[in-house]
């Protein structure tokens, strides 16, 4: 996992163009059953990748936060939502509630999040390989295969699946 980690920027930036020129073959000409062969790649690759291994995700990028993730998260921190914004997060470009600092502030020592119980929908979604009109999403996994080994390795199994 390791080993991955630190050369997937580099894999990443090396396969970019092809990625996206396969995205953009893919949204032309969509397999009817994209859907349940992304579910059963994911489902392949979670079953073999340990995300307290990595948690790049949480060490390099953050998570928007929805006003129901607000409500929930302040709620099993007996905090009033306006509270928890003003101590975590911080309105972005996009007008979104994100943290705000990386790596995550509920991240500890061992990669475990100290609010997994109640985190983010982002982060229960992470990332997002999935999800349900896959088609529609090319440009946020075209991001995530940086970030994420598990996200890179199910693209590559994902061309290797569906040839355009």
Do not use: W
């Amino acid at each position: 996992m390791k080993q991955i980690l630190n050369n997937l920027n580099k894999l990443a930036k090396d396969k970019h163009i092809e990625n996206k020129k396969y995205f953009d073959k893919l949204k032309k000409k969509q397999p009817k059953n994209l859907d349940y062969i992304m579910q059963d790649l994911h489902d392949a690759e979670f079953k073999k990748t340990d995300c307290l291994e990595c948690a790049n995700c949480c060490k390099t990028t953050g998570p928007l936060f929805t006003l129901a993730d607000i409500e929930r998260i302040s709620k099993s921190f007996r905090q009033k939502p306006q509270q928890f914004i003003e101590q975590y997060l911080r309105i972005d470009e996009d007008k979104d509630y994100v943290l705000k600092s990386v790596p995550c502030a509920f991240l500890d020592n061992d990669n475990y999040c100290m609010i997994y119980d109640v985190r983010p929908k982002a982060c229960r979604e992470f990332p997002h390989t999935d999800r349900k009109k896959f088609h529609q999403i090319t440009d946020l996994t075209l991001k995530n295969v940086a970030i994420c080994p598990a996200a890179y390795n199910i693209v590559e199994e994902m061309k290797k699946k569906l040839p355009l």
